[in-house]
């Protein structure tokens, strides 16, 4: 979206990540990185913590707002010095763009995460008047505004344990995913909510995700094991109908059937939906796009 696209707020991270993303073991932080694009693209892992939203994100005490801008000035001069010396290097033009978004992020971000400024009746809405709802719905509501302020893309994890995740449910899948459930079912439901009496719903595209399902089947006593073969996303919004369930598997769920589409069908929708070709998108020495299309599921495109 934000290499498509381009930025709608320069004060704020185009691609934000909140939450805890999966373990080394699992992806890390690969799971939101720019990888060919470049690491300006990288997404930017912020905190629901006005205090603390991002690391160092102050300059410390005694430092005085002046003092600071002299400091970027001259560190903007030694950076281009830097850029001329070497004009293709990726991981120093990110690096430069980092330090300038740093910068103006410092007021920015903050305000963003001063979510007790909405009414009561929307924080409820999102469940964070309820413990087991809470984290996530402040990572929800934050996500929202970070939204209507023109950020492109939030990518929100939910349910770190260290490892991959405690939705990857091998063992004691009844009592893991009704706590899941719990959790994100209230957050998830106001945030969509709130989008659309807000007006937003028409223009923000929420995607619901994950890479694989579980089996039909046990595996052990009380857990499921990885499933490729036939599971299910939803999506909301952004010009996506309302009320369509597209798709179907076999009578023990365990191959998809009916309307099987893989993975590229989903991103090459997205895509669609906020306007954009990957056939025109040209990343140059790359191929992956060109190779990996997909194409739009139209069935549930309004």
């Known amino acids: 979206?934000?290499?498509?696209?381009?930025?709608l707020n320069e004060n704020l991270p185009q691609f934000v990540v909140l939450g805890t993303p999966v373990a080394d073991c699992c992806g890390?932080?690969?799971?939101?990185?720019?990888?060919?694009?470049?690491?300006?693209?990288?997404g930017v892992m912020l905190s629901v913590d006005p205090n603390a939203p991002l690391?160092?994100?102050?300059?410390?005490?005694?430092?005085?707002?002046?003092?600071?801008?002299?400091?970027?000035?001259?560190?903007?001069?030694?950076?281009?010095?830097?850029?001329?010396?070497?004009?293709?290097?990726?991981?120093?033009?990110?690096?430069?763009?980092?330090?300038?978004?740093?910068?103006?992020?410092?007021?920015?971000?903050?305000?963003?995460?001063?979510?007790?400024?909405?009414?009561?009746?929307?924080?409820a809405l999102y469940g964070i008047d309820q413990d087991s709802t809470r984290t996530f719905g402040r990572q929800c509501l934050?996500?929202?505004?970070?939204?209507?302020?023109?950020?492109r893309f939030v990518q929100v994890f939910h349910g770190s344990n260290g490892g991959a995740g405690a939705w990857d449910a091998h063992g004691d899948l009844k009592n893991g995913h009704t706590r899941l459930c719990r959790?994100?079912?209230?957050?998830?439901?106001?945030?969509?909510k709130?989008?659309?009496?807000?007006?937003?719903?028409?223009?923000?595209?929420v995607v619901w995700a994950t890479e694989f399902g579980r089996t039909p089947g046990a595996q052990g006593a009380d857990g499921r094991d990885h499933h490729p073969y036939g599971f299910s996303i939803w999506m909301a919004g952004g010009g996506i109908r309302g009320g369509v369930a597209h798709g179907a598997t076999d009578e023990i769920g365990f191959h998809a059937v009916q309307d099987r589409h893989y993975v590229t069908d989903v991103h090459a929708t997205v895509l669609h939906q906020l306007g954009l070709d990957p056939r025109r998108l040209s990343v140059p020495g790359r191929k992956r796009l060109e190779i990996d299309y997909g194409e739009p599921i139209r069935q549930i495109i309004a």
Request: glycine share 10%.
């Open 183 to 192: 959790e994100v079912d209230r957050p998830i439901a106001g945030l969509l």
């Open 55 to 123: 690391p160092f994100a102050t300059p410390g005490p005694g430092v005085y707002r002046e003092e600071q801008v002299a400091e970027f000035e001259l560190l903007h001069k030694l950076n281009n010095y830097s850029a001329v010396e070497y004009p293709s290097d990726p991981a120093l033009r990110a690096r430069i763009k980092s330090y300038e978004l740093a910068f103006r992020m410092q007021s920015a971000i903050p305000e963003v995460m001063k979510l007790e400024e909405e009414d009561p009746a929307t924080q």
């Open 28 to 42: 890390g932080m690969g799971g939101h990185g720019g990888s060919y694009l470049g690491p300006e693209h990288n």
């Open 1 to 7: 979206m934000h290499y498509g696209l381009g930025t």
């Open 142 to 151: 934050a996500a929202r505004r970070l939204a209507e302020r023109g950020v």
């Open 194 to 205: 709130d989008l659309k009496r807000t007006g937003m719903l028409d223009e923000t595209l």
